[in-house]
Every structure is written in structure tokens, then in C-alpha cells.
């Protein structure tokens, strides 16, 4: 019955990907998967992910096709016997809820003390983890400016604390609305001190020029947080029109929840810690 339902939901990624992952974190004695079962259950729901982010895409080049989806419902009908090698090079999505945009708003914030203690004993450098969802840079076009931002380091009181952080990458409109693809990074590469350390490249999905009046570049610092079992937005930044400019720039942190509107601001700390970020423009 639950495979037969996941079936009909190929067609709606994001929803089967949710419910997959919910299989795959099922207790041992819950579950009728057996661990194999669970990390390919995982691979699919990361290529729904996948299949999800291609949907929301304004390019005409998708990562992942149709026709690549299609291919996963054979393994899904045959997930009990299925001992072939998985046809798409994916990890599993990490066994863990990930919140909806807006959806941990309605959750009760935890205070400073949680905060603190939620990762002690945590490892200086993360482990390999699940890639993040960056997407290539775009074809250029004569006379259009195409953004690079390397996203170097995070300033937290608590950096050490943090367990497997990322920073999802966002464009909006004034109203909140998403003018190009959301991106994630991967888990951040170490910490060190008061900084989470990422030295990864974004892509901006858009030719600068091509951006509506008032739009902003959004960064949302996420981790998780054990004792609630889920990814968490910590803070966030953002990064006017007015700002992009080549070289190197820091930018200050907010405190959640994620206002895209830019309209109640409240600093995350008075203490001098910033997102240290690189600036690089392409033109022809």
C-alpha cells in the first residue's frame, strides 16, 4: 500500500521525497525495510529533491529530467527485491526532518542556553555528508554580468557548537518571491575558533542586470539540532543590488525567522561577527 501510494506521487517530487525520507528515519522494529532498503529509499528521495529543484528552474537545461524519474519507478514497485546498482551517482538525504520554508516559525524558539549546549563535544571538522543542491554557472550573454560569490566564513559566538551547517542561497523580489532556483551548500567544512568555515562557490541564476529593483541575495545559516530532531535556520544575511560589487565584503546577521521582506531587522548580536563573503562579476 505505501508503495503503491509513493508511486502515484512520482509526479509530485517534493511531497514523495518528504514522505520517503519519513520511511527511511522509521525505526528498526517499525520498519519493513531492511537498512540496504533504507539507503536506496534515501538515494530516490534525493533524486526527487533533485527532480524538484529542476521543476522550480528558469533554465531550459534541467539537472534532472523527466525521463530520469521515470527510471525510479521500477525500483520502487521492486524495493524488496531490488539488488541492482542505483542508476544515478546520489547519496541519501540525511535521516533527519528538514523544515518547509515558513514551517519552523510556528516552533518555539529555543533560548540562548540550547543554543550553546545543543552540538558540545561535536568534532572540529564535519564529516562527508549529502552534497548540496549548487547549480552550475549560467551561459554568458554579450553585455550581461554574471555573480561568483565564494561564501567564505560565518562569525558565531557558538561556532563550535553547530552540527552539520549549511547556508541555503536565495534571490528575492520585495515581496518575498524567489526570482531564481534556491541553492544549498554542503555541510560546511570545518570550524575553527568563533567561524564555520565553507569556501564554496555560488552561482547566481540570473545575469545581474536582469534582477527586479529591490531585489536581495539571501543567506540562511541552518544546523541541526539533536534534541529536537530536526535542521534548523540559526540566522540569516542578505546582500542588496546596491552591494554587488567585485572583491571581498561582510555583511551583518539577523536573527530568525527569515524576514524575505526586509521589514522587522533585528541584529542576531552586538558582538562583531559578520558572513565574510567574495564578490566575483563576468562580463563579456
Given at each position: 500500500?505505501?508503495?503503491?501510494?509513493?508511486?502515484?506521487?512520482?509526479?509530485?517530487?517534493?511531497?514523495?521525497?518528504?514522505?520517503?525520507?519519513?520511511?527511511?528515519?522509521?525505526?528498526?522494529?517499525?520498519?519493513?525495510?531492511?537498512?540496504?532498503?533504507?539507503?536506496?529509499?534515501?538515494?530516490?528521495?534525493?533524486?526527487?529533491?533533485?527532480?524538484?529543484a529542476?521543476?522550480?528552474?528558469?533554465?531550459?537545461?534541467?539537472?534532472?529530467k523527466?525521463?530520469?524519474l521515470?527510471?525510479?519507478?521500477?525500483?520502487?514497485?521492486?524495493?524488496?527485491?531490488?539488488?541492482?546498482e542505483?542508476?544515478?551517482?546520489?547519496?541519501?538525504?540525511?535521516?533527519?526532518?528538514?523544515?518547509?520554508?515558513?514551517?519552523?516559525?510556528?516552533?518555539?524558539?529555543?533560548?540562548?542556553?540550547?543554543e550553546?549546549?545543543?552540538?558540545?563535544?561535536?568534532?572540529?571538522?564535519?564529516?562527508?555528508?549529502?552534497?548540496?543542491?549548487?547549480?552550475?554557472?549560467?551561459?554568458?550573454?554579450?553585455?550581461?554580468?554574471?555573480?561568483?560569490?565564494?561564501?567564505?566564513?560565518?562569525?558565531?559566538?557558538?561556532?563550535?557548537?553547530?552540527?552539520?551547517?549549511?547556508?541555503?542561497?536565495?534571490?528575492?523580489?520585495?515581496?518575498?518571491?524567489?526570482?531564481?532556483?534556491?541553492?544549498?551548500?554542503?555541510v560546511?567544512?570545518?570550524?575553527?575558533?568563533?567561524?564555520v568555515?565553507?569556501?564554496?562557490?555560488?552561482?547566481?541564476?540570473?545575469?545581474?542586470?536582469?534582477?527586479?529593483?529591490?531585489?536581495?541575495?539571501?543567506?540562511?545559516?541552518?544546523?541541526?539540532?539533536?534534541?529536537?530532531?530536526?535542521?534548523?535556520?540559526?540566522?540569516?544575511?542578505?546582500?542588496?543590488?546596491?552591494?554587488?560589487?567585485?572583491?571581498?565584503?561582510?555583511i551583518?546577521?539577523?536573527?530568525?525567522?527569515?524576514?524575505?521582506?526586509?521589514?522587522?531587522?533585528?541584529?542576531?548580536?552586538?558582538?562583531?561577527?559578520y558572513?565574510?563573503?567574495?564578490?566575483?562579476?563576468?562580463?563579456?
Amino acid at each position: 500500500k505505501c508503495l503503491q501510494f509513493c508511486v502515484s506521487l512520482l509526479q509530485e517530487p517534493r511531497r514523495l521525497a518528504r514522505h520517503l525520507q519519513k520511511e527511511a528515519q522509521a525505526q528498526h522494529n517499525n520498519s519493513e525495510f531492511t537498512e540496504e532498503q533504507k539507503k536506496t529509499i534515501g538515494k530516490i528521495a534525493t533524486c526527487l529533491e533533485l527532480r524538484s529543484a529542476a521543476l522550480q528552474s528558469t533554465q531550459s537545461q534541467e539537472e534532472f529530467k523527466l525521463e530520469d524519474l521515470k527510471k525510479l519507478e521500477p525500483i520502487l514497485k521492486n524495493i524488496l527485491t531490488y539488488n541492482k546498482e542505483f542508476p544515478f551517482d546520489v547519496q541519501p538525504v540525511p535521516l533527519r526532518r528538514i523544515l518547509a520554508p515558513g514551517e519552523e516559525e510556528n516552533l518555539e524558539f529555543e533560548d540562548e542556553e540550547e543554543e550553546g549546549g545543543a552540538g558540545a563535544g561535536s568534532p572540529d571538522s564535519f564529516p562527508a555528508r549529502v552534497p548540496g543542491t549548487l547549480l552550475p554557472r549560467l551561459p554568458s550573454e554579450p553585455g550581461m554580468t554574471l555573480l561568483t560569490i565564494r561564501i567564505e566564513k560565518i562569525g558565531l559566538k557558538d561556532a563550535g557548537q553547530c552540527i552539520d551547517p549549511y547556508i541555503t542561497v536565495s534571490v528575492k523580489d520585495l515581496n518575498g518571491i524567489d526570482l531564481t532556483p534556491v541553492q544549498d551548500t554542503p555541510v560546511a567544512s570545518r570550524k575553527e575558533d568563533t567561524y564555520v568555515h565553507f569556501n564554496v562557490d555560488i552561482e547566481l541564476q540570473k545575469h545581474v542586470e536582469k534582477l527586479t529593483k529591490g531585489a536581495a541575495i539571501f543567506f540562511e545559516f541552518k544546523h541541526y539540532k539533536p534534541k529536537k530532531r530536526f535542521t534548523s535556520t540559526k540566522c540569516f544575511a542578505f546582500m542588496e543590488m546596491d552591494e554587488i560589487k567585485a572583491g571581498p565584503i561582510v555583511i551583518e546577521l539577523y536573527k530568525k525567522p527569515t524576514d524575505f521582506k526586509r521589514k522587522k531587522l533585528q541584529l542576531l548580536t552586538k558582538k562583531p561577527l559578520y558572513l565574510h563573503l567574495h564578490q566575483t562579476l563576468h562580463k563579456e
